[in-house]
């Protein structure tokens, strides 16, 4: 069963950065599809990025492009996702989600089989 664990998640000031990771473990293949989601408050989860791991093919919302970076440490089975120049609207519960190969990379909550349970991130003005 795999299973995934969020961290790194706090409280930021808009403009600042934070990394969260997602801790991977109880699966053995050679490519997993993963993705970073997040849910504001009041509104319904979005999906931010999502990479396989298999070949580093990364994509992103149009919403973090160009500030948030996913990648990962093979050899850890963890998955990053690092937040640059941050806003008061990414302020959500961050999650990760995973599905094994066969797989595409997908910024649709549907798309994944496993999820994490999640890392607050506030971010203040």
């Known amino acids: 069963q795999l299973q995934l664990v969020e961290s790194g998640g706090g409280s930021v000031q808009a403009g600042g950065s934070l990394r969260l990771s997602c801790a991977s473990s109880?699966?053995?293949?050679?490519?997993?599809?993963m993705g970073w989601f997040r849910q504001p408050p009041g509104k319904e989860r979005e999906g931010v990025a999502s990479?396989?791991?298999?070949?580093?093919?990364?994509v992103y919302s149009d919403s973090v492009k160009g500030r948030f970076t996913a990648s990962q440490d093979s050899a850890k089975n963890t998955l990053y996702l690092l937040m640059n120049s941050l806003k008061v609207e990414d302020t959500a519960i961050y999650s990760c989600?995973?599905?094994?190969?066969?797989?595409?990379?997908?910024?649709?909550?549907?798309?994944?089989?496993?999820w994490g349970q999640g890392t607050q991130v506030t971010v203040s003005s």
């Open positions: 109880g699966y053995r293949n050679s490519g997993v599809c």
């Open positions: 990479i396989f791991t298999k070949n580093n093919y990364t």
């Open positions: 989600a995973a599905r094994l190969a066969p797989c595409g990379v997908s910024l649709h909550t549907g798309s994944y089989d496993y």
